[in-house]
């Protein structure tokens, strides 16, 4: 789905991941599930591209509904795989702490688990190689994404600031549609490590300029980054 001159999304609601095009090529930001790579295909055959001009693959941070083809593509490819130094080992397979699943609604926490599972959620290859960045790097490809410190979801959470894009990416620093209840708006992310500092995290967008934010899950948003911390504790009210 192209969202803008340089944006393109993959996936749906559920699970999505984006995919960021200049002449230069194309920088991929998160990688969904396993069966996302046909997605992947299409959208960029449908660019008039293909995965030779992928150039680099950035999660947002190392959960498996993140991770989808990038080791795929990092292998078949050579593709650098970027991620939080915080996150490598999360993204390499490593423990995870449990948390609190909190609400629910059987329809849509079916309808969650239904999708991961026919989109390969049960393959998740695990990264063998990545390369570590940290708040405030310019990384080395097309649309020079600028890392954004978002601690809170998971240790390395990051967002994503690609300005020919118009976009910031926040993985799951917040989500638009709630993968357990099914509930739209922008609201804090399930499956968060530290709720409280997800939350706080969110002010960092403020000196953002970019008229999308654009979640792992849920619809894309148009909305000033400055205003994101308090509508999203506004709805929490």
Sequence with gaps: MKLGPHLHRIGN?????????TDEGVTV???GLAGHWKDLN???AAMGRSLDDVRGVILTHGDSDHLGFAERLRREKGVPVYVHAADSDRA????????EIGRMRLGATLAFFGYSLRKGGLRTRYLTEVREVADGDVL????SPVVI???GHSPGSIAVHVPVADAVFVGDALTTRHVLTGTTGPQPAPFTDDPALALD??????GVTASWVLPGHGTPWKIDP????????????
């Design 13 to 21: 609601d559920i699970v999505a991941a984006y995919l960021v095009e």
């Design 29 to 31: 930001i998160d990688a």
């Design 42 to 44: 299409r959208e960029l």
């Design 92 to 99: 390499k397979g490593g423990d995870k702490p449990k948390t």
């Design 140 to 143: 080395p490809l097309p649309g």
């Design 149 to 151: 410190g978002m601690p």
């Design 201 to 206: 995290s969110l002010g960092r967008l403020a």
């Design 226 to 237: 400055a205003s994101v911390e308090s509508e999203v504790r506004g709805g929490e009210r």
